[in-house]
T-cell receptor, first 114, second 113 residues
C-alpha cells in the first residue's frame, strides 16, 4: 500500500513558466514533508520541507504548499529553468522526526523545454 | 560542507557472491539509512540505524544485512547476491532530531550477473 503517491510520472513545462508537482499521502501520522531533486547517477539532494503545522514554505523559486485536510502537497517552481530538469521525489516522515526513515513517492520526472 | 560518501559508484558482481557496500558520513549524524532505487518504484528503505551497533529493518530487508561498528560508517551486506538485487543503492544520514532531512551519498549502481 503506497502511503506517498506522485501520480504524474512525468511533467513537461516551458522554460520561464511555473512548474507544479503534486503529491498525495494517506498516512495521517505523517507530520513532516520534504521534496528532493535527483539527477541521473547522483544521490537525491534536499530542496525544501514543510512541517504539518504550516501550510506554506518558500525558498527562492521554490514554494511548497500543504493541505492537511486533503492530505495533499505541491511544489511550485517559478520561473522554471533548464537546470530544474530532474526527477523530483516527495517524502514524508512521522512523529519520530525521520529517525525511522522517510517514505518516498515514486517520483515525477520534470522536463523543462527551452 | 556536509558529505556522505559511498565506496563505489559502479559495481558488477556474480550471483551468489557476498557484496559489501560501504557508506561514510562526516557530519556526526546519529541516523544512517540504506535505500534502493528502482525505476517506477521510487526509493525504498532497506535498513536504518540510529546508533552504533543498533539496526532496524526497513520496508524491504530480505536478502540484506547491515553493520554499524562506528558512528560514521554504515555498511550494507548482500550475503548471496541475486539478479533481483541489481539496483541503485543510496546511503543517507540525518541528525537525531533533524525533522527528517536526510543527506544522501552519490549512490552505488550494483549489477548482479
Amino acid at each position: 500500500d503506497q502511503q506517498v503517491k506522485q501520480n504524474s510520472p512525468s511533467l513537461s513545462v516551458q522554460e520561464g513558466r511555473i512548474s507544479i508537482l503534486n503529491c498525495d499521502y494517506t498516512n495521517s501520522m505523517f507530520d513532516y514533508f520534504l521534496w528532493y531533486k535527483k539527477y541521473p547517477a547522483e544521490g537525491p539532494t534536499f530542496l525544501i520541507s514543510i512541517s504539518s503545522i504550516k501550510d506554506k514554505n518558500e525558498d527562492g523559486r521554490f514554494t511548497v504548499f500543504l493541505n492537511k485536510s486533503a492530505k495533499h502537497l505541491s511544489l511550485h517552481i517559478v520561473p522554471s529553468q533548464p537546470g530544474d530538469s530532474a526527477v523530483y521525489f516527495c517524502a514524508a516522515s512521522g512523529a519520530g522526526g525521520g529517525a525511522d526513515g522517510l517514505t518516498f513517492g515514486k517520483g515525477t520526472h520534470l522536463i523543462i523545454q527551452p | 560542507d556536509v558529505k556522505v560518501t559511498q565506496s563505489s559508484r559502479y559495481l558488477v558482481k556474480r550471483t551468489g557472491e557476498k557484496v559489501f557496500l560501504e557508506c561514510v558520513q562526516d557530519m556526526d549524524h546519529e541516523n544512517m539509512f540504506w535505500y534502493r532505487q528502482d525505476p517506477g518504484l521510487g526509493l525504498r528503505l532497506i535498513y536504518f540505524s540510529y546508533d552504533v551497533k543498533m539496526k532496524e529493518k526497513g520496508d524491504i530487508p530480505e536478502g540484506y544485512s547491515v553493520s554499524r561498528e562506528k558512528k560514521e560508517r554504515f555498511s550494507l551486506i548482500l550475503e548471496s547476491a541475486s539478479t533481483n538485487q541489481t539496483s541503485m543503492y543510496l546511503c543517507a544520514s540525518s541528525r537525531l532530531a533533524g525533522g527528517g532531512e536526510q543527506f544522501f551519498g552519490p549512490g552505488t549502481r550494483l549489477t548482479v550477473l
